[in-house]
Structure formats: C-alpha cells, structure tokens
C-alpha cells in the first residue's frame, strides 16, 4: 500500500525511547508521507529534529495547539511567525478549538485561530484544524474567513453528515483516523455517503489507536487498519483506498510525487 498519514506527532517524547525502530515499521506498513502538525513553542525543535532524521518521510507544520493557547499565545505566535519568514513549512497547523478541555480560553482560542488563518493567506498555505466539541463553531470561523483561498483538513473528523457536507461545500478535507475503526464512532453513517475524493487518512499518533490496538501508543504504522476500514464502509479494496487519499493529501499539500 502506499499511504500518507496527513496527521501524527512522531515527534512525541512518547517515541524517543524506540523511534528508530517505530520508523522502520511505518515504512514496512507502507507509509510514504508524515504530516507533523505542531502543538507549541516547545514542541517545535523536537518536531524539526525528526525532520533532519528521516530526511523524506517526515515533513512538519506550523501552527499553535488550541489547547495550547494560553495568556502568553502573543509571545507563541511570535516565534511561530518568525519560523514560517525563515523557511518552508506544509501547512499552518494544527489550529483550531477546543470546547471539550477548557471553555475558560475560547476568546482567545479564536483570536489565535483568525491569525493564524491569516498566514495560512499569506503564505498559501492549507490548514489544519483541531476542533473538538465545537465544530459548528469552527466551521462558522471558516465561514467567515474563506474567501476562495483557503484549504485545508478538519482532522480527526467526528461529526455528521450535515458537518461533513458543510466542510465539503467550504473546500476543506476530512481527516479519518482510529475513530472510525470504533464501535459507535458514529463515522460508519457518515463515510458511506462521502465520496473518497474528500478524505485522507490519518493516525494522529500517539493518540487515538485504531481498533485492534485501541488503548496502546498509536503509530502511523497502524495507518493500514484506517485505510481497511473506510474500504469496508464504501466497498473497495483498502489499496484503492490508499491511493485515493493518498493523491488528496498530495494535491492538498502540493507536492507532485512521492
Ligand atoms: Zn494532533
């Protein structure tokens, strides 16, 4: 298979005692591409240093965590401006909300959202959009902002179909991970009336393992039982799967080949 994971934090410390060998088996598992969406001004240096070291497999974004955005975000942002001045990033991710982890942030929450939109117009980038209890929301922002230019993924999609052809009709891609390898994940009366040309795969790894590895460290090398999964639900094969999403990602993050 040849698969693209559009969404994992390789770069978690979770991997640093074994990532060497996590990184073979990805490549044995037939992952080609991994998106690494940023979290914060911390995160950073962890996430280039994996670039460094697996050369082509791992390419990075820039962005600040909803969750992640506190009092301090003006001096984030900051640093995250001045790294996209510097050199070239995938997209500007990941952004977005966040309803489920503190309500306290919102405000501002979607002030660092709107910023961010902006560089990802700026710089013509696609975005990546975490947006957790508060989708409706989220694709209001998105709404307001797109003006023809904006693309992007709302990642780790868990909504209906109504949220789904919303997201469609605003040009944005859904990010499929583990959740919808789950018993009432909800996401199997939702992907059978999607077309596959509006889907990429994702793992979100360390988090969200896909069933039959559910509740252990997630791994883009479980992409596979993703990609087995959405075949099931629109009657293919998970190969045509994975070439499907795979041009998707390819087309969203302008790169020609892999
Ligand atoms: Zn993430």
Redesign the pocket.
């Known amino acids: 298979m040849n698969l693209i994971d559009t969404?994992a934090?390789i770069y978690s410390t979770k991997f640093d005692a074994d990532r060497d060998q996590v990184i073979e088996e990805i490549k044995e598992a037939g992952v080609e591409r991994i998106y690494m969406?940023n979290?914060d001004v911390e995160t950073i240096d962890q996430m280039l240093d994996c670039e460094s070291r697996y050369g082509d497999l791992c390419i990075p974004m820039m962005g600040l965590?909803p969750c992640d955005v506190k009092e301090d975000f003006p001096q984030q942002l900051y640093v995250m401006e001045e790294w996209l001045g510097k050199r070239s990033f995938a997209a500007i991710g990941?952004i977005g909300t966040d309803l489920y982890w503190d309500k306290t942030t919102f405000e501002i929450q979607k002030e660092a959202l709107n910023i961010q939109i902006g560089w990802a117009k700026k710089y013509a980038l696609p975005i990546v959009l975490?947006c957790r209890e508060s989708i409706d929301e989220t694709i209001e922002i998105i709404e307001k902002a797109q003006d023809g230019s904006l693309t992007g993924i709302f990642?780790?999609f868990t909504g209906t179909l109504d949220q789904a052809q919303k997201i469609i009709k605003l040009g944005f891609l859904l990010g499929i991970g583990g959740v919808a390898t789950y018993k009432n994940g909800g996401l199997d009366l939702v992907i059978p009336s999607l077309g596959l040309e509006n889907l990429v795969l994702e793992t979100?790894a360390p988090?969200l393992a896909p069933v039959p590895h559910r509740g252990k460290r997630n791994t883009p090398a479980y992409l596979p039982h993703i990609a087995q999964r959405v075949g099931d639900l629109v009657q293919v094969s998970a190969a045509e799967v994975a070439l499907a999403t795979k041009a998707n990602a390819l087309n969203l993050f302008k790169e020609i080949t892999v």
Do not use: F
Request: with cysteine.
């Open positions: 969404h934090h969406p979290v965590h990941e975490h990642h780790c979100d988090y």
